[in-house]
């Protein structure tokens, strides 16, 4: 399988702190992206990045992407107590066809006020 | 959760009673995707659909079944429910096949006693 995991499975971090996210995925991708899920909700795209790009900014988020290594990092700067939630990371395969898009497990942000 | 409605949002049944949930697009989007999230296992999908009476299987589609006779909705339906389907469900759409930025809906949490 070249399913996504992420680490860590869990971070708390303080207010106005920067949280980082590692996604690393097993094999060959077109697309990752980027999925946060607040408590009883549904998933919301966050961002996607293409294999042939390194590096993709949305507001305060920030998305690499280094396929030799097979791995992909969020970051959040300046973090709220509203970016409690958790985040997946979502790739797909060149190899599947049709709409394998794979999901990790999460990690789980914790923005104390 | 924009655009799409899952009902029931929770429902509990019996072992062996068939249970049909309900995801409703008022989008356009062609493709739709039935999901399961069950702890440590992130999310899995179930079956899609690409277009009015063309669906095909996810993962894990085994015990479940799918209908979609009008492009706004896509039905998933347990035959037979089993404890090992309590899970939370969701419904997913998208405009590109597959491999593009997916929409979710708010999901159904079932109990199967």
């Known amino acids: 399988s070249q399913q996504g995991e992420e680490d860590p499975q869990a971070l708390s971090i303080q207010e106005g702190e920067n949280a980082t996210m590692n996604c690393s995925y097993k094999?060959?991708?077109?697309?990752l992206q980027w999925y946060r899920q607040n408590s009883g909700r549904g998933l919301v795209h966050l961002i996607l990045?293409?294999?042939?790009?390194r590096e993709k900014h949305s507001g305060r988020l920030r998305v690499t992407l280094d396929t030799s290594k097979k791995s992909s990092s969020l970051l959040i700067t300046a973090s709220r107590a509203a970016d409690t939630a958790s985040y997946f990371c979502?790739?797909?395969?060149?190899?599947?066809?049709?709409?394998?898009?794979?999901f990790g497990e999460g990690t789980q942000l914790t923005v104390n006020p | 959760d924009a655009g799409i409605t899952q009902s029931p949002r929770h429902k509990v049944t019996e072992t062996g009673t068939p249970v049909t949930l309900r995801c409703h697009q008022t989008?356009?989007?062609?493709?739709m995707y039935w999901y399961r999230q069950d702890p440590g296992h992130g999310l899995r999908l179930i079956h899609y659909?690409?277009?009015?009476?063309?669906?095909d299987k996810g993962e894990v589609s085994d015990g479940y079944s799918v209908s979609r006779s009008k492009t706004e909705d896509f039905l998933l339906t347990l035959e037979s429910a089993t404890s090992s389907q309590t899970s939370v469900y969701f419904c997913?759409?998208?405009?590109?096949?597959?491999?593009?930025?997916?929409?979710f809906g708010p999901g159904t949490r079932l109990l199967v006693l």
């Open positions: 997913a759409i998208s405009e590109v096949f597959g491999r593009e930025t997916q929409y």
């Open positions: 094999t060959s991708i077109n697309n």
């Open positions: 990045i293409r294999s042939n790009e």
């Open positions: 979502a790739t797909d395969g060149q190899e599947t066809s049709g709409s394998r898009l794979t």
């Open positions: 989008e356009n989007h062609r493709y």
């Open positions: 659909s690409y277009g009015v009476k063309d669906t």
